[in-house]
């Protein structure tokens, strides 16, 4: 007898453009995951109002979130937006009873968003949701009975919970309703700032330190030549700056360039405008083919706008189902 097809869950907030490092930690997996297993991709709309935000953008980001995920290559069966699946905000609720507020404490994404928060002078805005948002996330994963998720290196702590949780609703509930799901990770899940290689590429550190993958050519080619290279640098020894270049150039896959560049570095003879210009190459291309495509699906908008809130409403019913069965076992009551 054939083994029933392995399910895959990841999401992604809709905070602005996506950028390379959502790219290559995280979104290039699902692509090529839906060849082989049933996919379901959330944009999590919930997610994004966990630290402050505009109540005049959240939807639009929301769609233009879904426009770029399109483009590069996920497909639009396989996506919902998460204000159109109520039960997953349900399950959550049922799920803080079942996670203890010292695991939940210990989660360091708090901690710095809290701080990030409180730098931008919004400590009042520290909110309860930017607390609780790892509970959330268990939902999102556990109400698909995921078997894994793709992700970046930033999520593992939130992996790690989702299990936890898991774990303990099966042992009150006394059999394996949840199975654990699986962190999956790309071979470069941790892309770092080219402006400031200590930190991780993100939106939240401000403009210098992400490169969104729409990005017109020429400051998409500024932003990888003034890339900081030799900050700490130890004689012989690769600087996280340059690390993380030749990371990008693996992540797009040109490891001719690649490995010849390092070979260059071995013998000390690396000249680092050499690999910028390759990084910046690399990425210019793949860019380049993400602008065209997105240009195409943005062509019919109306369109797609209509497509996802079917796909919604489709992958709804997992989600209505899971949550029947989990107020079933717990003894709540279900409407009808
Ligand atoms: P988010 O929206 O911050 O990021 C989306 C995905 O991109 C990955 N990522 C990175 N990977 C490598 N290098 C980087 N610099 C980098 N920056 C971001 C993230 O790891 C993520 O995979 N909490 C999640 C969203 C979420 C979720 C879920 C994920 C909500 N529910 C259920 C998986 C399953 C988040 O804020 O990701």
């Not at 901690?111 to 919004?122: N, T």
């Not at 200590?198 to 998409?220: P, Q, V, W």
């Not at 690999?275 to 990425?283: C, F, G, N, R, W």
Request: net charge neutral; glycine share 6%.
């Amino acid at each position: 007898m054939s083994q029933p097809t392995k399910t895959v869950l990841s999401c992604i907030q809709p905070t602005g453009y996506m950028h390379f490092g959502n790219y290559f930690g995280a979104i290039k997996n699902w692509v090529s995951l839906q060849e082989s297993y049933d996919c379901v991709y959330g944009v999590v709309d919930y997610h994004a109002m966990t630290m402050p935000f505009d109540i005049k953008k959240l939807r639009n980001n929301s769609w233009e979130l879904i426009y770029n995920l399109m483009a590069v290559g996920v497909k639009p069966e396989n996506l919902f937006v998460q204000s159109l699946i109520p039960e997953h905000t349900e399950l959550s609720w049922i799920f803080n009873c079942f996670c203890s507020y010292g695991h939940l404490s210990r989660m360091t994404q708090f901690k710095d968003k809290g701080k990030d928060v409180k730098e931008k002078g919004a400590e009042s805005f520290i909110s309860a949701g930017l607390f609780d948002y790892p509970v959330l996330q268990a939902a999102d994963i556990l109400i698909y009975k995921a078997d894994f998720v793709p992700v970046g290196k930033d999520q593992d702590q939130h992996l790690e919970l989702s299990r936890a949780i898991a774990q303990r609703f099966n042992h009150v509930v006394g059999k394996e309703y949840f199975k654990m799901p699986e962190t999956l990770h790309t071979e470069t899940p941790k892309i770092k700032s080219t402006a400031d290689p200590s930190k991780k590429m993100s939106k939240s550190a401000g403009e210098k330190h992400y490169i969104n993958i729409f990005e017109e050519e020429a400051r998409l080619r500024k932003q990888v030549k003034s890339a900081v290279t030799d900050v700490g640098r130890e004689e012989g020894k690769m600087s996280d700056g340059v690390a993380n270049l030749f990371e990008l150039l693996k992540a797009c896959e040109k490891m001719e360039a690649h490995d010849s560049l390092v070979d260059s570095f071995n013998q000390g003879t690396l000249k680092y405008v050499d690999l910028k210009e390759a990084t910046a190459d690399a990425l210019v291309e793949l860019s380049q083919a993400f602008i065209e495509k997105r240009n195409e699906i943005t062509a019919d908008k109306r369109a797609v706008k209509y497509q996802i809130k079917q796909s919604s409403a489709e992958i709804r019913k997992k989600a209505q189902e899971t949550l029947r069965e989990v107020k079933e076992l717990i003894g709540l009551m279900n409407v009808k």
